[in-house]
């Protein structure tokens, strides 16, 4: 009697690209409904192909969500390993599709960019800018949110970049990280404010509004570290947010003080918009770098904007033998 084939024979032989395309479209939505909408199928019909793909592959591949059957928590180590080689399959076929289809009509090169809020103010202008000069046809999507967030759609295939910081093992599964350079955290407030003009104890800005950044973030993991070191706790009535131009605004129209990465004021301070309180801050320093997935081929505009960007993160620096802002 024949013996049948192993399962990894039996997978290669049988997956089709119907799963993989409901596979990537369910890592990428996060939510059956949405990837049956997104592939025009029904919710059934995606369901049934999981399901399938799953049998193939002798094991789960994705984490339904508590909240209901249609949402999806994430995926299982082995559906992050599946979706990078998706991925590369789906990208293939693409590439050979438009390496065969009429050259009647010129395609349309895009580029998606995550960044931090923090990041993108030093880091993005400049480069963009360039890299228009360079590809002047170019479609440039920048998308900016949570380290977290970023991670996971670069992960997905949705974002080409990320300029970003390094996360837990878990999420930096399948991703490569280039350090570019560190960065503290600062207090800053309006010129003028009454911690401005001298050294300011840290208990001193307890007695001001605080602005800081959401809860899950990085740096304001790295603020409440800080006090807590110190016998302090963030107020519960801190103004949290990502949204930079609400924080700066707030803080120069008030005695609020911000508690920022210093690339995100960078700018602010050099012009004298804001002013950084003589508040020491060691051990906030974080890590910025830049975020690709592993295996992924790169395409010449990002290829390009990862140097412009190398270049931005070299100018952004003080430079030796300057004071720092």
């Keep these: 009697m024949k013996a049948p084939p192993a399962p990894s024979l039996a997978f290669a ?7 993989l395309r409901c596979f990537v479209a369910i890592a990428q939505e996060r939510h059956l409904a949405r990837a049956a909408e997104r592939l025009a ?33 994430g995926l299982t180590p082995t559906g992050e390993q599946l979706l990078g080689h998706a991925l590369r399959v789906l990208e293939a076929i693409d590439a050979s599709a438009e390496a065969i289809a009429p ?13 931090l809020p923090s990041v993108a103010p030093a880091l993005l202008p400049q480069a963009l800018a360039r890299l228009r000069s360079h590809w002047p046809a170019l479609q440039i999507v920048v998308k900016s949110a ?4 970023l991670l996971d759609e670069l992960r997905a295939g949705e974002l080409d970049l990320v300029a970003g910081r390094m996360s837990d093992p878990r999420l930096m599964t399948g991703l490569s990280f280039e350090l570019l350079y560190t960065e503290p955290l ?26 800081v950044y959401a809860e899950g973030t990085i740096p304001r993991h790295n603020t409440e570290s800080f006090f807590g ?26 005695d609020a003080v911000w508690v920022t990465p210093l690339g995100a004021v960078r700018a602010d301070l050099q012009a004298g918009a804001l002013v950084r309180l003589r508040i020491d801050t060691p051990g906030t320093e974080e890590p910025v770098g830049l975020l690709l997935r592993s295996e992924a081929r790169s395409s010449a505009a990002c290829t390009t904007m990862v140097g412009l960007l190398r270049e931005a993160a070299r100018q952004s620096q003080p430079r030796p033998g300057r004071k720092p802002v």
């Design 186 to 211: 600062v207090f800053v407030a309006r010129s003028g404010h009454p911690l401005a003009q001298r050294a300011a104890a840290v208990q001193a800005v307890l007695a001001h509004p605080l602005v």
């Design 13 to 19: 032989r049988n997956v089709q690209l119907r799963h």
């Design 229 to 254: 070191a110190r016998g302090l706790a963030l107020p519960p009535n801190a103004l949290q947010t990502l949204d930079l131009m609400v924080a700066r605004a707030l803080v120069a129209a008030s």
């Design 41 to 73: 199928l029904s919710q059934p019909a995606i369901s049934k192909t999981l399901v399938e793909l799953e049998t193939l592959a002798g094991t789960r591949l994705v984490e339904r969500s508590s909240a209901g059957r249609r949402g999806v928590q």
């Design 103 to 115: 050259a009647a009509g010129e395609r349309l090169e895009r580029l998606r960019i995550g960044a």
């Design 146 to 149: 949570a380290n977290a967030v």
